[in-house]
C-alpha cells in the first residue's frame, strides 16, 4: 500500500511501538525511582512537619503545665512567707510578753528587797538611836544623878 508522500503505516506503528516500548522502559527505570524517591521525601518531611507540631504542642501544653505550677508553688510560698510572719510575729509578741512579765517580777522583787532593806536599816537605825538615848540618858542620869540626888537630898533635909 502506498500513501501518498511515501508515508508507509507500518513504520509508523513500528516506531510508536519502539516509542512506547522506550517510554515504558524509562518510566521504569527513571520516572518510578524518582518519583518513588520524592513521595519518600514528602512522607519523610510530612512526617518531619508532623512530629514537630507535636513536639511543639506538648512543649507549648508542658509550658502551660509548668506556668500553672509555678503559679501554685508562688501562691505556696506567698502562703508559708505569710505563715512565717505571723508565727514569727506571734512568737515575737510571747517573747516580749514574757519579758514583760519577767521585768515586772524582778522589779516587783526588787521592790520587795528594798524594802526588806528599808525595814532592816529602819530596825537597826532604831536600835541604833535606841542604844545612844540609852546611853545618853545613862550618861546624863550618872553625871546628873549624884547632883540632883543631892539636890533632892537637901531640899528634904531643909524641909
Do not use: C
Not at 18 to 25: A, D, E, M, V, Y
Request: glycine letters at 0%; hydrophobic letters at 40%; charged letters at 35%.
Amino acid at each position: 500500500m502506498n500513501i501518498p508522500l511515501n508515508i508507509d503505516f507500518q513504520q509508523i506503528l513500528l516506531h510508536l511501538f519502539n516509542f512506547s516500548i522506550l517510554s515504558f522502559g524509562l518510566y521504569l527505570l527513571l520516572f518510578k525511582p524518582v518519583q518513588s524517591f520524592m513521595e519518600k521525601r514528602e512522607h519523610t518531611y510530612l512526617d518531619m512537619h508532623h512530629k514537630a507540631e507535636t513536639e511543639l504542642k506538648e512543649a507549648e501544653e508542658l509550658k502551660a503545665a509548668y506556668e500553672k505550677h509555678l503559679e501554685t508553688v508562688e501562691a505556696e510560698v506567698e502562703e508559708y512567707k505569710k505563715k512565717a510572719m505571723e508565727e514569727a510575729e506571734r512568737e515575737a509578741d510571747e517573747l516580749l510578753q514574757s519579758t514583760k512579765q519577767q521585768a515586772a517580777q524582778i522589779i516587783m522583787e526588787a521592790k520587795k528587797a528594798a524594802q526588806k532593806e528599808r525595814e532592816k536599816i529602819l530596825e537597826s537605825a532604831q536600835k541604833e538611836i535606841a542604844s545612844m538615848v540609852m546611853d545618853a540618858a545613862e550618861k546624863l542620869l550618872s553625871s546628873s544623878t549624884s547632883e540632883a540626888l543631892d539636890r533632892f537630898l537637901y531640899s528634904v533635909k531643909k524641909e
